[in-house]
């Protein structure tokens, strides 16, 4: 999907990207995406719609980058048990409790489940099948989750895995 803009998107784009551009005469573009797969029935700079790439049934994976949930506790973020809500605890209920070991290592080790930035990261949906195309619209539905927000970037590609 390629979204026109402004001249003023050109001075945020590589001299690659406009050159890119260029080559094709297409004028700048906020989202700009190079693809490995090499078709020899697309070339560099054609316009290409969902009906001539997408089968109704087919399977595919779509990546996108899940919604971000900023800094959360170790209780959403990795599911750990809490404190007791009774017995003598009056605001520890959601609280980690100790994450280290003994004296021996006398540390918390790197890497170990805790409180820290949650969301945002790249997520691949596998798997999915293709049960809409509207090639008047250039859409494409698909049974199942898809990552990310509403109206946020997906890259849709053929299934890795079986």
Known sequence: MAIR????????L???QLGHLKRN???PLRYLREFREKDPQFKEGDKVTVGQVFTMGERVDVVGTSKGKGFQ???KRYHFHGGPKTHGQSDRHRAPGSRGSTTTPGRVYKGARGPGHMGDDRVTSQNLKIVLIDADRNLLGVRGAVPGAKGSIVMIRAVRKQ
């Open 73 to 75: 506790g170790g209780v």
């Open 14 to 16: 590589t001299a690659g």
């Open 5 to 12: 803009l402004c001249n003023w998107v050109s001075k945020r």
């Open 25 to 27: 005469n297409l004028s």
